[in-house]
């Protein structure tokens, strides 16, 4: 295990619902590949914090990593909501886009 995961860990062991620590973490697990251990603590994140969306779509990147498009879809849908509540155009574009490209996915397999 990394430092920066054992780190971020005792941080959280400290402070259980810190969403920095919980978004840390769930980041570096992304990093390593370990796509499962990402999610959740990524969910973790969002149950504590109101996210502006970047959250939802690391979470959706990690659903397309394990080949669950419908729940990446899902992610980067509510990842719309939330960038039309905090008015972040762009990424409320962003996401449009690769639910597109996934759905794109499903018609192919």
Known sequence: MSDRIDMLKKAL??????????????????????????????????SVYDDQGAGYR?????????????????????????AKKYKHASMEKEFSQEIEILKGKIGKS
Not at 58 to 82: H, S
């Open 13 to 46: 062991e400290k402070d259980p619902e810190n969403p920095l620590g919980l978004y840390g973490l769930g980041i570096e697990y992304m990093k390593r590949g370990n796509f499962e251990e990402a999610i959740v603590y990524l969910k973790k994140y969002l």
């Open 58 to 82: 690391a979470i959706a990147q990690c659903y397309v990593e394990l080949g669950d498009i419908e729940k990446a879809i899902e992610a980067y849908e509510r990842g719309i909501e939330q």
